[in-house]
Protein backbone atom coordinates (compact mmCIF):
# COMPACT_ATOMS: atom_id res chain seq x y z
CA UNK A 1 0.00 0.00 0.00
CA UNK A 2 2.84 2.27 0.83
CA UNK A 3 4.50 2.34 -2.65
CA UNK A 4 1.62 2.66 -4.72
CA UNK A 5 1.08 6.06 -2.75
CA UNK A 6 4.18 6.93 -2.78
CA UNK A 7 4.64 6.30 -6.85
CA UNK A 8 1.57 8.59 -7.20
CA UNK A 9 2.72 10.97 -5.02
CA UNK A 10 5.63 11.01 -7.98
CA UNK A 11 3.61 11.29 -10.37
CA UNK A 12 2.08 13.53 -9.43
CA UNK A 13 5.09 15.79 -9.06
CA UNK A 14 6.50 14.72 -12.32
CA UNK A 15 3.17 15.95 -14.26
CA UNK A 16 3.40 19.29 -12.54
CA UNK A 17 7.20 19.50 -13.57
CA UNK A 18 6.51 18.64 -16.91
CA UNK A 19 3.70 21.18 -16.56
CA UNK A 20 6.05 23.87 -15.42
CA UNK A 21 8.91 23.38 -18.09
CA UNK A 22 6.29 23.14 -20.75
CA UNK A 23 4.83 26.14 -20.07
CA UNK A 24 8.72 28.34 -19.44
CA UNK A 25 9.04 26.56 -23.05
CA UNK A 26 6.13 27.85 -24.94
CA UNK A 27 6.69 31.45 -24.00
CA UNK A 28 10.40 30.56 -25.01
CA UNK A 29 9.56 29.46 -28.20
CA UNK A 30 6.96 32.58 -28.70
CA UNK A 31 9.60 34.95 -28.17
CA UNK A 32 12.17 33.56 -30.22
CA UNK A 33 9.95 32.99 -33.09
CA UNK A 34 8.68 36.92 -32.59
CA UNK A 35 12.76 37.81 -32.27
CA UNK A 36 13.35 36.22 -36.18
CA UNK A 37 10.39 37.35 -37.92
CA UNK A 38 11.28 41.28 -36.71
CA UNK A 39 14.53 40.30 -38.43
CA UNK A 40 13.13 39.11 -41.49
CA UNK A 41 10.36 41.87 -41.83
CA UNK A 42 12.94 44.46 -41.15
CA UNK A 43 14.99 42.85 -43.95
CA UNK A 44 12.31 43.12 -46.09
CA UNK A 45 10.03 46.14 -45.46
CA UNK A 46 13.23 48.48 -44.19
CA UNK A 47 15.68 47.20 -46.59
CA UNK A 48 18.10 46.79 -44.03
CA UNK A 49 20.32 44.37 -45.78
CA UNK A 50 21.61 42.69 -42.81
CA UNK A 51 23.07 39.11 -43.87
CA UNK A 52 21.16 36.08 -41.78
CA UNK A 53 24.51 35.01 -40.51
CA UNK A 54 24.37 32.49 -38.08
CA UNK A 55 25.27 34.91 -34.76
CA UNK A 56 22.46 37.10 -36.34
CA UNK A 57 20.11 34.36 -36.01
CA UNK A 58 21.65 33.41 -32.89
CA UNK A 59 21.11 36.63 -31.05
CA UNK A 60 17.60 36.52 -32.43
CA UNK A 61 16.53 33.02 -31.38
CA UNK A 62 18.12 33.26 -27.93
CA UNK A 63 16.88 36.66 -27.10
CA UNK A 64 13.91 37.20 -29.09
CA UNK A 65 12.64 40.21 -29.64
CA UNK A 66 15.09 42.24 -27.86
CA UNK A 67 17.85 40.39 -29.76
CA UNK A 68 16.09 41.26 -33.43
CA UNK A 69 15.95 45.00 -31.91
CA UNK A 70 19.69 44.65 -31.04
CA UNK A 71 20.73 43.32 -34.26
CA UNK A 72 18.87 45.78 -36.24
CA UNK A 73 20.18 48.58 -34.11
CA UNK A 74 24.19 47.35 -34.36
CA UNK A 75 23.65 47.03 -38.15
CA UNK A 76 22.15 50.89 -38.53
CA UNK A 77 24.76 52.38 -36.48
CA UNK A 78 27.51 50.23 -38.02
CA UNK A 79 28.99 48.70 -34.85
CA UNK A 80 27.82 44.43 -36.13
CA UNK A 81 26.29 42.45 -38.42
CA UNK A 82 27.50 44.53 -41.79
Known amino acids: MAYELIILILAVLAVIAVYIVLKTAKLLIVNTILGLIILAVGNT ?38
Open 45 to 82: FFNLNIPYSSMALLVCALGGIPGAILVILLHVFGIAFL
